[in-house]
């Protein structure tokens, strides 16, 4: 099966997915995103949760393009990160997303799109989405790059 209109296909996987859904913690940090996000990988991960990284540090890993200004990541579990220089924050007003997915699928991918970046990252549709949604200035753009990375060279 060959897809005949790949960015079709694309924006109809951007609109049928419901996201994967589950609980949110906001966590606010005074480090860059990416910082903030390899501390809460090295913390989370010696708890035991499996992080991974999606939204605009991941995009940024995939195809970068634009400094992240938010940083999100998915665990198997909550976990506290107050010992690593986070506080509690609204969702709104976070500098970090830590979510426990109801989609269990996120980490069936993982080893696939991980193997040459530093940090585990999600499927890049996963991503994607995650941008789509996330409202941040550029993410639209940035969501492009990634796009551009799925879709492939126009035929």
Known sequence: MIASNRRALLE????????PGGPEFGWYGLDP?????RAAVRESSAMGADPIVSGE???DLIAPWKLP???RIYLREPVDLA???????PLVEATLIACV?????LWNLVDLHSESRSLPTVDPLIVLWDLHRSGDAD???AAEK???LVIGPAR
Do not use: I, N
């Not at 010992?83 to 924050?89: H, I, K, S, T, V």
């Not at 997915?101 to 699928?105: A, E, H, L, N, Q």
């Open 12 to 19: 109809h996987w951007l609109t049928d997915y419901p996201g």
């Open 139 to 141: 993410s639209r753009a």
């Open 101 to 105: 997915p109801r989609d269990p699928t």
């Open 83 to 89: 010992d690593q220089g986070f506080a509690p924050a």
């Open 57 to 59: 540090v991941a995009a």
């Open 146 to 148: 990634v796009a551009e």
């Open 69 to 71: 200004a938010r940083g």
């Open 33 to 37: 995103a990416t910082d903030q996000v």
